[in-house]
């Protein structure tokens, strides 16, 4: 019998392990356990003994039965050619860069800021950027951890990408992900291998979406229903345009309550610029509530939107953005929008009601923008922040309108004295 992928998975676990052996290759197997799991196996006899070895070659599933074959077939020349054991696949292992070491080294060397890529132009990555690429490498290692890095082919890189066909973005952030860490890669001399090359990835669709003020109240409300920190997460996000990376990651020494001011650092955003936001009355009030829960005064370098790290040992911002968005859609009953759309549904309703371009672009802080450029850009940050300020008290009081909250009382952010 010609071991092959339709044998392997036509064969049903009994109460003890067996071996399909392959007449093809002799000694080549594949054991069935009885928990279902099944491993290729290679048995040989060094030249001149009757002692029989076995030795396990890898996992089915991780292995075709073609890599494994081919293992295999090494395996036997090398007893017939070296007349010794060949080197057991632990140790091979271990002198192979596999794809699982490959991302950890990569991750590593951008969060030590020594991995740069073009994309990165030389700068640290962000958080945000840091989260997403993890995320794509991650499906890369569950696929293909194991392997060797340089056995990875396109083939292996399709194979997963088609999980993704229906999904337009995360189809084009795995592959950039996953082409970006072999292009450090080869210039690190660790592969010589493209197997991301000439696969053609298409963007998604522009997004349109705006929520209507309505639809942003039901959201809203949704939310309260919610553990606090990710009600204050949601209308936070709702009431001041942000990221959602730039909210989770906000800290207590960037807000200052007094002046109604965020400070984010240009560490913190996608345009690498700092980005001096005045806080709308709704958010202020967010941020004076979760002050106030604090049983001591909390430090600058405090999230303001704690939660316990997947580890369970320590704090990390929050996490689970897929599961808040079900939530919110389930509860809420609105539907076809991302959290992202926060940000476009605030200009555009406040540019109906005569908010100027520059300004709500200022306030959503672009990487790349027509009116934050050159000597416009250079003076911009410090002469936006009144007219920001406006732009924020309009858009607080069309969403107190439309929740069903009372007006915001007159009374401004304390002015202090520069002189």
């Known amino acids: 019998m010609r071991l092959t992928k339709s044998v392997i998975d036509r064969a049903k676990p009994r109460a003890r392990q067996f071996t399909l052996w392959d007449d093809r290759l ?223 990651g906000m800290t207590w020494g960037e807000t200052d309550l007094v002046r109604a001011l965020w400070t984010l650092p240009a560490a913190r955003v996608k345009a690498r610029r700092q980005h001096v936001l005045p806080l709308a009355p709704l958010a202020v009030a967010t941020l004076q509530a979760r002050r106030g829960a604090f049983q001591r005064e909390p430090a600058a370098k405090d999230l303001v939107l704690p939660t316990i790290a997947r580890d369970g040992k320590g704090i990390a911002p929050i996490s689970g953005w897929n599961w808040l968005k079900r939530e919110l859609d389930r509860r809420s009953g609105v539907t076809e929008w991302r959290l992202h759309d926060f940000r476009r549904s605030l200009v555009s309703i406040c540019a109906e009601h005569g908010a100027d371009i520059a300004v709500l672009d200022s306030l959503l802080n672009h990487a790349s923008s027509a009116t934050r450029g050159g000597v416009i850009g250079t003076y911009q940050r410090a002469l936006l922040i009144e007219p920001t300020r406006k732009v924020m008290a309009l858009w607080d009081g069309l969403l107190r309108e439309a929740i069903g909250l009372p007006p915001a009382t007159q009374a401004g952010p304390r002015r202090v004295s520069v002189a």
């Open 26 to 248: 002799g000694g080549f197997g594949c054991t069935v356990f009885p928990s279902g799991k099944r491993s290729f196996v290679m048995r040989y006899r060094l030249p001149g003994s009757r002692t029989r070895y076995e030795k396990t070659l890898g996992h089915y599933g991780v292995l075709t039965v073609e890599e494994a074959r081919e293992m295999g077939e090494q395996m036997a020349r090398s007893v017939q050619t070296e007349q010794r054991h060949p080197m057991a696949p632990a140790e091979a292992a271990a002198s192979v860069l596999t794809v699982a070491r490959l991302v950890e080294q990569y991750v590593a060397g951008l969060r030590a800021g020594t991995a740069t890529t073009k994309r990165l132009k030389g700068r640290d990555a962000a958080p945000g950027y840091l989260e997403d690429t993890l995320l794509h490498l991650e499906r890369f290692a569950t696929a293909y951890g194991p392997l060797g890095a340089e056995a990875v082919t396109r083939r292996d890189v399709v194979a997963l990408l088609n999980a993704y066909v229906a999904h337009p973005s995360a189809h084009r952030r795995l592959h950039g992900a996953i082409h970006r860490m072999y292009a450090w890669a080869r210039s690190h001399e660790l592969v010589t291998s493209r197997p991301t090359d000439d696969i053609t990835t298409t963007s998604p669709a522009a997004r349109e979406r705006v929520l209507s003020l309505e639809e942003l109240a039901r959201i809203w409300r949704a939310a309260e229903g919610l553990e606090h920190v990710y009600r204050d997460a949601v209308h936070l996000m709702v009431v001041t345009g942000q990221r959602r990376a730039e909210v989770a």
